[in-house]
């Protein structure tokens, strides 16, 4: 795996390929690698030609100075796990070469989508620090297909509201939340709970569970179903930020499941702010 660190470096790097056709898939991610970027990663290497995976801790994205210092990074094994899933570049900015004295731009989608749910709880200034990085990524790198998780399910749709917007000449592809086996969905933040908030930390996969048994039973009050996933989590006393059913489009609350719904769910366990997802349907099938 190649790592460049520098802009001119990484576009001289990817000249080849774009002269040659070969179609590049980016995974953007902020280190400390698990298998839900590695899933990435190998969708990435079966879909595009050369896969680019960039590393950047985005600074203008965490509403929480603590939750940025501890944020957990270790190049030389991310180097290592994204070499062995098929990384073919490894772009790695420091921060001064993405955001250099005077910088002042901001890429920012308005609106519900980034007022509700995280951006009620975290502020809407974390998705404008996404959407400003993830902009930057795409100019530098234009990718031909960009990878997310669907584990973040609101960053992903406003991820694809600000390419649409922007006529930026990209793919978005989302790809499955993958899971410990015991139902966790997989985050760089759990590494961070200790002690018993690891079990604690199953409130959110399991109240999600309960919402789909609940749907898959014939429940279609909304509201009915978001008490059951909260009464869930309370077991594990675990007090949800947010339990919401929402439409996977554009979030709009749904107070009656008729067709697909995601219910949206984010706690803290200990010092660790979670999240979590999952869609369930009002379908009789
Ligand atoms: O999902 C992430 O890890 C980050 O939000 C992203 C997309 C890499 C932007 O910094």
Do not use: W
């Not at 879909?47 to 100075?65: C, G, I, K």
């Not at 279609?220 to 339990?243: C, F, G, N, T, W």
């Not at 979030?251 to 803290?268: C, E, I, K, N, S």
């Amino acid at each position: 795996v190649r790592i460049l660190r520098t802009i001119p470096g990484i576009r001289s790097a990817l000249r080849p390929a774009r002269r040659a056709d070969r179609a590049i898939g980016l995974v953007p991610t902020m280190g400390a690698l698990h298998e839900g970027h590695l899933s990435l990663i190998r969708a990435a290497r079966e879909e595009t030609h050369e896969v680019v995976m960039s590393l950047f801790v985005n600074p203008s994205q965490f509403d929480d100075a603590d939750d940025l210092a501890a944020y957990p990074q270790d190049e030389d094994r991310d180097v290592e796990l994204a070499r062995e899933a098929g990384v073919d570049i490894l772009f790695a900015p420091p921060p001064r070469l993405m955001y250099p004295p005077g910088f002042s731009t901001q890429v920012r989608v308005d609106g519900a989508l980034t007022e509700t749910l995280e951006g009620a709880h975290r502020g809407p200034e974390h998705f404008h620090g996404v959407t400003t990085v993830v902009t930057k990524l795409l100019n530098i790198i234009q990718p031909d297909v960009a990878f997310f998780g669907q584990k973040d399910a609101q960053q992903a749709l406003v991820i694809r509201k600000l390419v649409r917007d922007l006529d930026i000449d990209v793919r978005i592809e989302v790809c499955p939340t993958v899971r410990e086996a015991d139902g966790l969905a997989l985050s760089s933040r759990n590494g961070r709970l200790h002690g018993d908030d690891r079990r604690r930390a199953l409130a959110l996969s399991r109240a999600l569970k309960v919402a789909e048994e609940a749907a898959a039973g014939g429940e279609r009050d909304a509201s009915a179903i978001a008490h059951l996933a909260r009464v869930e989590m309370e077991q594990l006393q675990v007090e949800p930020e947010y339990i919401a059913l929402v439409t996977p489009e554009d979030l709009a609350p749904v107070h009656v499941v008729r067709g697909d719904t995601l219910v949206a769910v984010a706690a803290r366990v200990g010092e660790v702010r979670l999240i979590d997802n999952t869609l369930i349907s009002g379908s009789e099938d």
